[in-house]
């Protein structure tokens, strides 16, 4: 079983696509900040893959991207993100997600992309 952590403000979107991934057999939970993704992981050790939003209430995602990979923790990560421009594109690609979907998603292609993520 895999266990996703969503990063969002948006609650809705947390909580719909937490409840389509765990009927999938996946095991999610859900963050609405920086701060509160970064004291999930301190507690939760054993996350497969990341769902980061950029636009967050208190940090940036790619600053809590940045802070994982200086401590060298190789969370897999997937932006998701309404915001695609191409310089957080590129900047992300740098630190290593494993690929960046704009919202509003398509549940298939996210699917895909979790399911391409874990795998490799
Ligand atoms: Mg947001």
Known sequence: MSNILIV???HKLCDVLASELNELGFQASTAHSVNEA???LQQNKDIDLILLDL???DKDGLYL???LREYNLRYKVIILTAFA???SAMESTKLG???FISKPYDFDELLNSINKALKA
């Open 97 to 99: 997600v494993s690929d």
């Open 65 to 67: 991207l940045k802070t």
């Open 8 to 10: 969002d403000d948006d």
């Open 38 to 40: 970064v004291k999930f």
């Open 55 to 57: 636009k967050l209430p």
């Open 85 to 87: 421009d191409l310089e």
